[in-house]
């Protein structure tokens, strides 16, 4: 059996006590000790015990107090290093996360840009190619080159707004928060075929840049997730001010909802919700199976002016 810490020192303590209990009566002490001050009576010598037994019960309570003070410190030290390291823990698979997603975007670009955009320069080529060998009065067939070398070149077009639009959002210098989330909205309603309805409260005139991206890119990741896994037939998408101190967004869907239990953290919500603690807010994703998902991203507004701007990702 395992001896319990500290026996050992107790059992030698009560032994100690015990001989000096032993030779305290065999020899008599408190008699010679009792006579022995009895000489010293003008200098009241003889309270001298008692006053001693009462410094030594007030030291052992001011070392128990210390004891107990001490292992609660330790206590907290011992779950601040836990904090912390939990924190570390997180901020490195941020990280890897972060570093991840940054290499898929950029081979998506490559490949985009590789497959599709030589593509299209391909096709505008080979149209020129076949202006340049038809006949003089072969008008139709100079027409049809001509036509099929401008849907080539308007294709090409809407590749490099689609992949502008992915490197930074440039609605929002263009057109502000509130118009740029409404041109969002439409243009998602046009390319799944669902309801997408945007409504906001009057807002400032400038909510300042970080807090914008914040908000867009929560709004695109929100619709993204809705339209690979929702399965939904409206969307609702809500920027409001609940408080004077409180900037509000609600992405809400009727889609099929999830499981909490079994829901995992994606690369967008985990960037999505960094956006958010760097502005001191939070982003809540809350949801049921058969009840759709609300997404909420809340942003006080003194980290509207007092957050620096976020770097957009290469």
């Known amino acids: 059996m395992k001896r319990r810490p500290g026996l050992g020192d107790l059992g030698w303590v009560v032994v100690v006590t015990a001989g000096a209990y032993g030779l305290s009566v065999a020899f008599e002490l408190h008699e010679h000790y009792a006579r022995w001050l009895g000489r010293y009576e003008h ?20 070392a128990f107090r210390r004891r107990r003070e001490a292992l609660a410190e330790l206590r907290r030290r011992v779950q601040a290093e836990a904090h912390v ?48 060998r038809c006949a003089v009065d072969d008008r139709e067939g100079m027409l049809a080159a001509a036509r099929r070398a401008d849907n080539a070149a308007h294709d090409l077009y809407q590749l490099v707004r689609d992949l502008l639009r992915r490197l930074r959002p440039a609605d929002l210098d263009a057109l502000g928060l509130v118009a740029a989330l409404q041109a969002q909205c439409e243009s998602w309603e046009e390319r799944t075929g669902v309801s997408c309805a945007f409504h906001h409260d009057v807002l400032p005139a400038s909510l300042g840049e970080s807090v914008d991206i914040a908000v867009y890119r929560t709004v695109q990741e929100g619709l993204t997730n809705v339209m690979r896994h929702a399965g939904a037939s409206l969307v609702r998408v809500r920027l409001d001010r609940p408080s004077a ?50 997404l909420t991203l809340r942003i006080p507004l003194p980290a509207i002016v007092e957050a620096p701007p976020l770097q957009e990702a290469a």
């Open 43 to 62: 200098w009241q010598l003889d309270e001298l015990p008692l006053v001693l037994a009462v410094l030594a019960g007030c030291l052992a309570w001011y």
């Open 85 to 132: 390291g939990d924190l570390l823990e997180h901020n490195r698979e941020l990280a890897q996360r972060l570093i991840a997603l940054q290499e898929s975007e950029r081979r998506a670009l490559a490949r985009e840009l590789h497959d599709e955009f030589g593509q299209r320069c391909s096709a505008i080529r080979a149209e020129t190619a076949w202006l340049r």
């Open 245 to 294: 101190s409180e900037l509000c967004l609600t992405v809400q869907d009727d889609g099929d909802g999830m499981d909490p239990k079994a829901a995992t953290r994606g690369l967008g919500l985990l960037g999505a919700r960094e956006r958010a603690a760097a502005l001191g807010g939070s982003l809540e994703v809350d949801g049921r199976l058969g009840s759709g998902v609300r």
